[in-house]
């Protein structure tokens, strides 16, 4: 079952046109790789799924409701969480305090209730520090909670941005180039994460230059080149499909 669905999405910035009539299914549970060139339009696609840019025309879909053009917020809670490609970060936080604040999404208590500690708002809060804390575990980053986020390494930024994702409970979580920065031990631990991910009955949507970590972990491929869709499959097909070789090898002339 299609748990995200695009259907001709198309944005252009000025005569720029970035992404042209993309149309694509991210089936439930699933693990779904968007792949192509640099400039290809890949994460202006995600963008346009997030809210962080409003499409010219075409529809975004979850769970069968349009969601095209929502605002950000409204998304977030409505189940879809993402990273982004340079990393976002409360850098003078501690890592615990910026998972925390992927928590706030779910919490309900109001700024009287904080403020005069009402056993409600003090549940929230026992709550979210215990998934922030699982969620920490989760990826790896267990003990290293009161840490600023500036001071881990670039690889352990990528995982905590994962965690603060995972904080608002989606339903599909969106990675921007998860591995990036990351060494060959960290993108192979990596792979297992976004493995477990699945397990939890998570839809994991993401786009990635490292084409290992592509093959091994996704199950379906999407690629773009100058912002259309070039070619769709499974990963033994993808990589055979003489499309792909050309957009990203080009031909001898």
Not at 82 to 109: D, P, W, Y
Request: a neutral charge; one cysteine or more.
């Amino acid at each position: 079952m299609s748990l995200l669905g695009l259907q001709n999405l198309t944005k252009s910035f000025g005569g720029l046109m970035a992404v042209n009539e993309v149309s694509f299914d991210v089936e439930e549970g699933a693990i779904v790789g968007l792949i192509g060139p640099n400039g290809a339009g890949k994460t202006t696609v995600f963008n346009l799924i997030t809210g962080n840019h409003r499409s010219d025309r075409g529809t975004v879909c979850f769970e069968g409701k349009d969601i095209t053009n929502w605002v950000t917020h409204r998304i977030v809670r409505l189940g879809i969480a993402r990273t982004f490609q340079t990393i976002r970060l409360f850098q003078k936080l501690s890592v615990l305090e910026n998972v925390l604040a992927g928590c706030h999404c779910r919490m309900s208590s109001g700024s009287v209730a904080a403020m005069l500690r009402t056993p409600g708002e003090r549940r929230e809060e026992k709550k979210a520090l215990d998934r922030s804390l699982g969620e920490l575990a989760f990826v790896g980053l267990a003990g290293q909670e009161m840490q600023l986020a500036k001071n881990l390494s670039y690889g352990s930024q990528r995982l905590l941005e994962i965690a603060r994702a995972l904080a608002t409970e989606p339903r599909l979580v969106i990675l921007d180039e998860p591995a990036g920065g990351m060494n060959e031990q960290e993108t192979a631990a990596l792979i297992g994460t976004i493995r477990k991910i699945q397990k939890r009955g998570i839809t994991t949507l993401l786009i990635e230059h490292d084409m290992s970590l592509v093959m091994k972990a996704c199950e379906k491929i999407v690629v773009l080149e100058y912002g259309s869709k070039i070619a769709e499959g499974a990963p033994e097909a993808i990589k055979g499909d003489p499309k792909v070789i050309e957009a990203y090898l080009g031909t001898e002339d």
